[in-house]
């Protein structure tokens, strides 16, 4: 299985920004880069998605290195509802999402 | 706005009862998973689905069986439930697009006494 590597827990401060570091050196070619995020006792959620360049949506931005071997999610104002835990997680060919421990992220108010 | 549907939020059933966990999508996936998640484990995949009877296994399938006899229901049995299968199940589907994202139900979370 596609492997990816995160730090166990983060903290942040409400309305600051949040970078979530990502490392997936054994990435291929054609794997994306998905983000998925779970607020307690709920499922995970959609984050965003890319392969090679950065990714903007509404939620947040994805930085992908040029090597492809790691990815930072960046949060730009984290609030107490981004309190959650963030999955990083490759799709690779075979369609399955293998999903590691992810990063605990905590907001300080 | 409910895309993932999941028959049942909280569930308690007997050991040695027959379980089914229900799940429907409206999006016209091809692929459906189902998960458990555990504490200090993560979610781990049971099997999943990238077509009406068409099953995969996962990483941890003894003890369950998967039917999807229609393409937005993918349904999780139990065949004889037992204390140690007490945990979150997950159900999700995708297109079979790698450039989509998965849409996750939200969570039955069974007990087994």
């Known amino acids: 299985d596609a492997k990816t590597t995160q730090p166990n827990s983060m903290e942040s401060n409400e309305e600051e920004p949040v970078h979530l570091p990502c490392n997936h050196s054994t990435i291929s070619g054609t794997d994306y880069i998905h983000w998925y995020r779970q607020l307690p006792s709920q499922g995970p959620e959609y984050v965003i998605h890319?392969?090679?360049s950065n990714v903007n949506n509404r939620m947040a931005s994805l930085a992908i290195a040029e090597d492809r071997k790691s990815s930072t999610l960046i949060l730009h104002r984290a609030t107490l509802r981004d309190a959650a835990v963030y999955y990083c997680i490759l799709r690779v060919p075979g369609q399955n999402f293998v999903f590691g421990p992810g990063t605990r992220l905590s907001v300080l108010p | 706005d409910v895309k993932v549907t999941q028959s049942s939020r909280y569930l308690v059933k007997r050991t040695g009862e027959k379980v089914f966990l229900e799940c429907v999508q409206d999006m016209d996936h091809e692929n459906m998973f189902w998960y458990r998640q555990d504490p200090g484990l993560g979610l781990r995949l049971i099997y999943f689905?990238?077509?009406?009877?068409?099953?995969e296994k996962g990483d941890i399938p003894e003890g369950y069986s998967v039917s999807r006899e229609k393409k937005e229901r993918f349904s999780l049995i139990l065949e004889s439930a037992s204390t140690n299968q007490t945990s979150m199940y997950l159900c999700?589907?995708?297109?079979?697009?790698?450039?989509?994202?998965?849409?996750f139900g939200q969570g039955t979370r069974l007990t087994v006494v």
């Open positions: 689905s990238y077509d009406v009877k068409m099953k």
């Open positions: 999700a589907s995708s297109l079979w697009n790698l450039n989509t994202e998965a849409f």
């Open positions: 890319g392969l090679t």
